[in-house]
Every structure is written in C-alpha cells, then in structure tokens.
C-alpha cells in the first residue's frame, strides 16, 4: 500500500507571496491532518479534515487554511507569507476507525525569503 | 501547545546498549500516546503507541512504559543500533485526533 504522499518536496517563496501544498492520504483513510515543524517551536498541529469536513483546529492565524476533496487529497494553503512561515509543512493520515495511529509523509520544506 | 515534553535534548548511546527516553505530559485526560522516530529528511514514522489504560506495551526491540500517576512516558530502546539515529517524539491525543508532540529528543549511537 502507498504511503502518504506530498508535493512539492521543496519550496522557495517570496514574502506576501501565497502557497499552495497538496498531501495525498493512504489509500482508504479518510482523515488528513496538518503539521507545522520548526526547529523553535517543533511539530504544531494546524488542522484535520475527515470527509471533507475541518474537524479540528490548532492555533494559527487565518492565514492558513485547507480542504479536503471527495477523494480524501488535502490541499494547505498560506496566504500572505512570512519569513516566520519557513518550516517543513507535514501531512499525516489516519483511518479514523478506532485507531489513532497518523501516518505521515515526507513533508514539505517551504523557505519564505 | 506544548503539553508534552521531553527530558533531555540529546542522548549519546553506545551500539548494543539500551536506550531510555524520557517524556513528561502535562494534560492528564490524554488517554493515547505515540512515540515516532524521525530520520533526517523524512516524516516522523509510528514506533509504537500506548492507551491510558495501560502502563507497558511491548513492540520489536522497543518498549513504552506510561505512568500516569506522574505523568511520564519512556521509551526503551534495547541493543541499540546505528540506525536508531534519530529524533524521537512523544505525542499524547489531545482530543480526537488532534496530537501534541514533544520537542523531541536526538539519538546519537556511538560505534
């Protein structure tokens, strides 16, 4: 079975700039969620969707988002960037069916100058 | 949030000793908690789980004690091996599915 997958790997953008990640889940889970890692503030949790739906929320600003699409794929997205953006941005998966065990894949290295 | 922390940033092992990793948590309604092993360049991958209403759980090599009467987690790593090199993380299930991670822990195995 294919792990979870990401694009891009990797990312330079410009600040103000706006970005866009994609996260493709495991097949057959149905929940994706979103990480943050920096080397100050560690793995922070952004959001998880399940059908489509945000079912819960960390504590960033409006200016990252998500959505999942009927197939499970999730997209993130960050408008207006910061150079306090720059992280590895990870997506992980899980069934949602009795287990919590999230899956996550190899992530995305954004750097913002 | 930083609900769940690790002890020590570094830890230097010896190959074929054993390795304890120390975490401390600090929401005690957590009722499940991972420890992942995350190698450079990679995701974190699942090492091995543990629900509160356990205090061991045993997988390959690697046992996880919880004590909830203090709040720790550990995990123990037996006949440590080069490939363990890496940073290891705790993380406790806030609340359906939202996890909390540690500031993580780097593993350096010495020769």
């Known amino acids: 079975k294919a792990g979870v997958t990401q694009t891009p790997r990797y990312l330079i953008k410009t600040r103000g700039q706006q970005v866009t990640l994609s996260c493709s889940p495991i097949?057959?889970?149905?929940?994706v969620s979103w990480y943050q890692q920096t080397p100050g503030q560690g793995l922070q949790f952004l959001f998880e969707y399940f059908s489509e739906t945000q079912r819960n929320k960390g504590n960033f600003p409006g200016r990252f988002s998500g959505r999942q699409f009927s197939n499970s794929r999730s997209e993130m997205n960050v408008s207006t960037l910061e150079l306090g953006d720059s992280a590895l941005y990870l997506c992980a998966s899980t069934s949602r069916q009795g287990s919590y065990e999230q899956y996550f894949g190899p992530g995305t290295r954004l750097t913002v100058t | 949030g930083e609900s769940v922390g690790l002890h020590l940033p570094t830890l230097s092992v010896q190959e074929g000793d054993n390795s304890i990793i120390n975490c401390a948590y600090s929401?005690?309604?957590?009722?499940?908690f991972i420890w992942y092993k995350q190698e450079s360049g990679k995701g974190p991958q699942f090492i091995i789980d543990i629900r509160s209403n356990m205090d061991k759980r045993q997988g390959q090599r690697v046992t996880v004690l919880l004590n909830k009467t203090v709040k720790h987690l550990s995990l123990q790593i037996a006949a440590t091996q080069p490939g363990d090199s890496a940073v290891y993380f705790c993380?406790?299930?806030?609340?359906?599915?939202?996890?909390?991670f540690g500031a993580g822990t780097t593993v350096t195995v010495r020769a």
């Open positions: 097949s057959g889970h149905r929940s």
């Open positions: 929401n005690s309604a957590s009722d499940y």
């Open positions: 993380a406790e299930n806030l609340s359906d599915y939202k996890l909390s």
